[in-house]
């Protein structure tokens, strides 16, 4: 495009515009069920906007579509782990893998340390694995499990599940955006981790104050005299042997080993239907029906287990909602969100919306601080508007390298800003491909679990705040010419 043809500001924010107005306006009609379809009629229609301005601009129709197709190129890896954790969902519900690990969990955890609790549990093990989404989709669904028993709000554990798992995430030197963030920038990766301790560190202390204060003041009595009723349910209904556990710990094993997500979870969901075989002999009977054989019942659980829908009838109501799944056929509607939104951030790129947006936060840059707060605004504009948190983190860190060094500054000061904003508010926007994937494998819509996810809250304001404060700035040293 030339510079004749380069959009205006005003251009640039009306499909952001129109976006803003009609998901407010689908959270008013349809309630929780926007991600059924409403939101992705308007990212689409809102993509169309986008590529209508482009089009007017002169760009190419077949470049419009490249745009959008390269997009979406970026999210097909998030799709199949999507899918995946869908399966894996399934045969660790029939095996009794997630109800071994929630009857255990009610047993050892105290409802007033519970949130505080399923923090740490969280970090670390995100930490060891460096992977949010397997940390979320094992130890996070059992997690949620034991504090809907306990009668906590679902919002708030999904919020604690979220916090540890992405403080986990962002510290771990085995994780992607903790590679990518300095590799955009230009820093070195454990100097980049270091220096997230000072945003971070006092970000995951005000969260775990906040978790650890909830959850003396909350008032769970009226549910706790219900968790007997939901042990002997379980009991009554799977085979608890310890051995079960064995399967998520192999599967962290084999992730700590730095075999990719995709072969790790498909490994996960095969053992999971391998112990639901040598388990959970009568679970597989009673969902096959009468007059199956046990070779074909065993193959159509598993099967079904794997792609649709599974509900496992327990003698106590409560929880029954907890033991049922919907396979990989119940990710589809996240996909076609994912996929919506790939098609709304292609268009936007394609006519140079994105970065006349962008162009215009850099200008008001003025002082460090601002420079900070810049960054950090662009990054969540990205994860909002190109539904991405590597974009978010690759583009932002492109645009701002050159200004972040004639201001002076050293590339840790990018990557940490990048990591504090890029990575931790991508699970916040419900079609990011992050916010939409967490939504679907917790059960708790985006804005619902939104308030509570207290690190991803502080930690960009955190980082503001020092960038104002002046404080752990790391400077690149002027060399001093010789007399």
């Known amino acids: 495009m030339t510079n004749k043809n380069l959009p205006t500001l005003f251009q640039a924010i009306i499909p952001i515009l129109f976006l803003a107005f009609f998901l407010t306006i689908n959270v008013l009609v349809f309630k929780e069920n926007t991600l059924s379809g409403a939101n992705q009629i308007i990212l689409l229609l809102s993509a169309a906007i986008a590529g209508l301005i482009s089009v007017r ?4 129709w077949t470049g419009l579509l490249n745009a959008i197709k390269k997009n979406i190129s970026v999210a097909i890896p998030s799709i ?3 899918l995946i954790i869908g399966s894996l969902a399934g045969t660790w519900l029939i ?3 997630v109800p071994v690990m929630i009857y255990y969990g009610i047993k050892i955890i105290h409802p007033s340390i519970f949130l505080f609790a399923a923090v740490i549990v969280c970090s670390i093990v995100s930490l060891v694995t460096g992977s949010s989404w397997s940390t979320i989709a094992t130890i996070g669904i059992a997690l949620l499990g034991i504090g809907q028993t306990l009668g906590i709000n679902e919002g708030l554990v999904a919020g604690a599940i979220i916090s540890g798992a992405y403080f986990g995430d962002k510290m771990s030197p085995l994780s992607d955006t903790t590679n990518l963030a300095p590799a955009v920038a230009g820093a070195d990766l454990f100097t980049h981790i270091r220096y997230m301790i000072f945003t971070t560190g006092p970000s995951m202390i005000l969260t ?3 978790f650890f204060v909830i959850g003396f003041t909350n008032n769970n009595s009226p549910v706790e005299t219900n968790v007997e009723g939901v042990i002997a349910a379980i009991e009554k209904s799977f085979n608890l042997n310890p051995l079960l556990l064995l ?13 990719p997500a995709l072969p790790s979870l498909l490994i996960g969901t095969l053992l999971g239907a391998i112990a639901a075989l040598v388990f959970q002999p009568q679970i597989i009977k009673e969902l096959a029906g009468e007059g199956i054989s046990r070779l074909s019942a065993s193959y159509i659980v598993i099967m079904r287990a794997m792609f649709g829908d599974i509900h496992i009838e327990t003698a106590n109501s409560m929880i029954n909602e907890l033991f049922s799944t919907g396979g990989m056929a119940g990710m589809l509607n996240t996909v076609w969100l994912i996929l919506s939104a790939m098609v709304f951030g292609g268009a936007m790129e394609a006519g140079g919306l994105l970065a006349r947006i962008t162009k215009a936060l850099i200008s008001l840059v003025n002082s460090t601080g601002s420079l900070i707060a810049s960054t ?3 990054c969540i504009f990205f994860n909002v ?11 932002p860190g492109r645009m701002f390298s050159q200004t972040y060094k004639d201001k002076g500054l050293k590339p840790e000061v990018l990557s940490r800003t990048l990591e504090d904003a890029g990575t931790l508010t991508s699970v916040l926007v419900p079609w990011n491909t992050c916010g939409a ?13 939104l308030p509570y996810c207290f690190l991803n809250l502080i930690n960009p304001v955190m980082a503001i705040i020092l960038g104002y404060a002046n404080f752990k700035i790391r400077r690149i040293k002027k060399r001093q010419t010789p007399p």
């Open 80 to 82: 199949l782990i999507l």
């Open 208 to 210: 775990l104050i906040i």
């Open 247 to 259: 399967v998520p710990v192999i599967l962290l094993i084999v992730i700590i080993k730095k075999v």
């Open 95 to 97: 095996s009794g893998i």
């Open 57 to 60: 601009l002169k760009l190419s």
């Open 437 to 449: 994937t967490q939504a679907r494998i917790l059960g708790v819509p985006t804005l619902t679990y």
């Open 376 to 378: 950090i605004a662009t």
């Open 385 to 395: 508007t190109a539904s991405d948190q590597y974009i978010s983190i690759v583009v």
